[in-house]
C-alpha cells in the first residue's frame, strides 16, 4: 500500500494529487456533519484553482455551457424570489445558502473527465457513508449499554427511539437525506461497470452492501426505499430476466421484513394508502390546503416570493389545523410545490427544465438514470434545497455525472461490459 501510495505522488503533479485528495475528502464529508463538509469545500475549490490554468478552465466551461446555463437559471430563481418578497431576511438567507448551485458546478464542469475517477469518488463517498454509520452506532450502542438494563433497552433497537431523526442526531443529519446518500451508493455499487469484479463475488457483496441497508432501514425514509426499488425494477426492464427478477423480489422480501421489524419504518409505509385505495399520506392533506391557499393569492406567474413563502405555510397550517406543521414550521415537503409558492409557474418550469437538460447532457446513461429517479421522486418528497446538504448533493452530483457520461464516446462498451456481470442479472 505504502508503495502504491509513493508511485502515485511520484507519477502526478502535486496539483493533481492536492486536486484528488480534495474531491474525495469533500464526497467523503458529504454524509457527515455540515461544517466539516463546507470547510472541505474550500480545499476542493482551492485545488481545483492551482490544478486549472484559465484557458483550460474556460475551454471546458464553454464545452459544458448548457448545463452552467440551467444550474444558473435554478439559482436566480432565489435571487428573482427576493425581490417579490417582503421578508427579505429569509430571502436573503436563500440566496446564500443556495450559492453552491452555481459554485459547485462551476469547479466541477471546469474540469475534463480525465481529472476524475469514478470509482475512487464512490469510494470515498462509501467511506463517508460508514464513517457516519458507525458514529450513530456508537452512540446507540452507548446509549443501550449506560441505561439501567441494558438488555431491555436493546429491545429499542428496532424501535422509534433509535430510528428516523434519532439515528442520525449524532452527526446532526436528516435522515432522508443520508437514505438518499445511501441509496446512490448502493446502487452505484450493484449497477456500474467499475464494481464488476466486486459483485462477482456474492458473498463479499452482500457482506459489503447489508450494514448499507440495514443503515437505510433505520432511517425510516419511506423515499429512499421507493427510490431503490423504482431503479432497480427500471434495471431489470432495460433487459428482462428470470435472474434479475428473483434478485429483486428477494430484496424486496428482505426490506419489506425489516420494515416489519422495525415498526416505525413499517407503520410509515402502512400510512401511505389506506385498504380503499384512499391517499392517507400525511403531507397529502398539507399539500392541497397549500395550493388552495396560495391560488387564493392569484400569484401564479412569480409566487409569493421566496421570503413569504413560510408565512404561508403557517398562515395555511393555522387554518388547517395542522397544529404539528406550524409548530414546528415545516416547509412544503415537496419541491415542486415549493417553487411554484415562491416563484409561480416560472420556477416550476425552470427546475423541469434543469431536469430536462440533465436527461439531454447524459442520455441518462449509467448512474445518471438513478441519480434523476431518485431527484425526481424525492422532490415529491422533501424540499431538496431547504438544505444545505440538500443543495451540496444536488450540485455536485448533478454537474459530476454531466461531465462524466456526456459526450463520452467509451462509456457504452463500458455499459457493455458492466452489464455482463451486474449484480442484479
Not at 417553487?339 to 439531454?360: D, P
Not at 422533501?382 to 450540485?395: C, D, M, N, R, S
Request: proline content about 3%.
Amino acid at each position: 500500500m505504502i508503495k502504491g501510495i509513493r508511485s502515485y505522488w511520484n507519477n502526478n503533479p502535486p496539483s493533481k494529487v492536492f486536486f484528488q485528495v480534495s474531491t474525495y475528502l469533500f464526497v467523503g464529508t458529504l454524509p457527515l456533519w455540515d461544517n466539516l463538509n463546507t470547510i472541505i469545500l474550500w480545499f476542493f475549490i482551492a485545488s481545483s484553482l492551482f490544478m486549472l490554468n484559465p484557458k483550460h478552465r474556460l475551454a471546458n466551461l464553454k464545452s459544458n455551457k448548457v448545463a452552467i446555463y440551467a444550474l444558473l437559471s435554478l439559482y436566480l430563481l432565489f435571487i428573482l424570489g427576493y425581490f417579490f418578497s417582503t421578508n427579505v431576511k429569509i430571502a436573503l438567507r436563500d440566496i446564500e445558502r443556495t450559492l453552491t448551485l452555481v459554485l459547485i458546478p462551476l469547479i466541477v464542469l471546469s474540469h475534463n473527465r480525465v481529472d476524475f475517477d469514478l470509482k475512487k469518488v464512490y469510494i470515498a463517498f462509501g467511506t463517508g457513508l460508514f464513517t457516519g454509520m458507525v458514529i450513530c452506532w456508537a452512540f446507540i450502542f452507548h446509549s443501550i449499554a449506560t441505561n439501567f438494563t441494558p438488555w431491555v433497552q436493546a429491545g429499542y433497537f428496532f424501535k422509534w427511539i433509535y430510528s428516523g431523526w434519532n439515528a442520525v442526531a449524532p452527526i446532526d443529519g436528516h435522515p432522508s437525506y443520508f437514505a438518499v446518500m445511501l441509496v446512490i451508493f448502493i446502487l452505484g455499487i450493484i449497477r456500474m461497470p467499475e464494481f464488476r469484479n466486486l459483485r462477482r463475488n456474492k458473498l463479499k457483496l452482500v457482506l459489503l452492501l447489508a450494514p448499507f441497508f440495514l443503515f437505510l432501514i433505520e432511517t425510516s425514509s419511506r423515499i429512499g426505499i421507493i427510490t431503490l426499488i423504482a431503479v432497480l425494477i427500471l434495471t431489470i426492464l432495460k433487459k428482462l430476466e428470470i435472474k434479475r427478477v428473483f434478485y429483486v423480489v428477494g430484496l424486496v422480501i428482505v426490506l419489506g421484513l425489516l420494515s416489519i421489524k422495525f415498526d416505525y419504518l413499517g407503520s410509515k409505509f402502512t400510512s401511505i394508502v389506506d385498504t380503499q385505495g384512499n391517499v392517507t399520506l400525511d403531507r397529502y392533506p398539507r399539500w392541497i390546503a397549500i395550493l388552495s391557499e396560495f391560488s387564493d393569492r392569484e400569484n401564479w406567474i412569480f409566487g409569493v416570493g421566496t421570503g413569504d413563502r413560510q408565512a404561508l405555510y403557517d398562515v395555511t397550517y393555522s387554518k388547517g389545523g395542522f397544529q404539528i406543521a406550524l409548530d414546528n414550521e415545516y416547509n412544503a415537503h415537496n419541491q415542486y410545490l415549493e417553487f411554484l409558492v415562491s416563484n409561480g409557474i416560472l420556477g416550476v418550469l425552470v427546475y423541469i427544465l434543469v431536469l430536462a437538460t440533465f436527461i439531454r447532457k447524459t442520455r441518462l446513461r449509467g448512474e445518471a438514470l438513478s441519480f434523476f429517479v431518485i431527484i425526481a421522486l424525492f422532490s415529491f418528497s422533501e424540499t431538496i434545497f431547504g438544505l444545505a446538504k440538500g443543495v451540496f448533493i444536488f450540485a455536485f452530483f448533478y454537474s459530476f455525472y454531466v461531465i462524466w457520461y456526456s459526450g463520452n464516446k467509451d462509456y457504452k462498451l463500458e455499459e457493455k461490459q458492466g452489464n455482463e456481470s451486474l449484480c442484479v442479472e
